[in-house]
């Protein structure tokens, strides 16, 4: 890759990253603002909006490469990471917790159930699992 399209795919990321928080930045002024109003149309309202702004999200998320969902997770506050990580498709998880660093790893991974752990585990190959295995604390089940 060129000096031009290596700095091209960084602009590219980074209007990414700036759209992801506009959407959660958008989130918060609709949820401020409909908790202020009073009436009987107000929660149909709110989830109306809070809908549209997840599809728009996830569908932002689901063009992105892991890596840079990855980039994207790193760059965002706790609470806002916490919230565009719901939003990954189940699939996608064990691939972007490989491309996190270790800190934003372990944030994620406590903020996954036993079977969303179990699911994402799933879909690695013996070598990327023995990458994770010592930060992956799963909950045996008995059957």
């Known amino acids: 890759m060129t000096e031009i399209e290596v700095k091209k795919s960084q602009d590219s990321l980074q209007d990414r990253l700036a759209q992801v928080v506009e959407l959660l ?6 949820e401020d603002l409909t908790h ?6 107000h929660d149909r309202v709110e989830n109306l909006v809070h809908r549209q702004n997840v ?3 996830q569908r932002k998320l689901d063009d992105l490469h892991s890596a840079d969902v990855a980039y994207i997770l790193e760059a965002l506050p706790l609470q806002d990471r916490l919230t565009v990580w719901q939003l990954v498709k189940a699939e996608r998880d064990g ?8 800190s934003v ?12 752990l179990l699911a994402a585990a799933k879909e690695m190959d013996a070598d990327e699992l023995a990458d994770l295995a010592p930060e ?3 909950t045996s089940y008995t059957s």
């Open 25 to 30: 930045q958008r989130q918060r002024v609709v």
């Open 36 to 41: 202020r109003q009073e009436g009987q149309h």
């Open 55 to 57: 599809v728009e999200l």
């Open 95 to 102: 691939d972007i917790l490989l491309e996190v660093s270790d």
């Open 105 to 116: 790893r372990e944030t994620l991974i406590a903020d996954m159930e036993d079977h969303e």
């Open 136 to 138: 992956l604390h799963v």
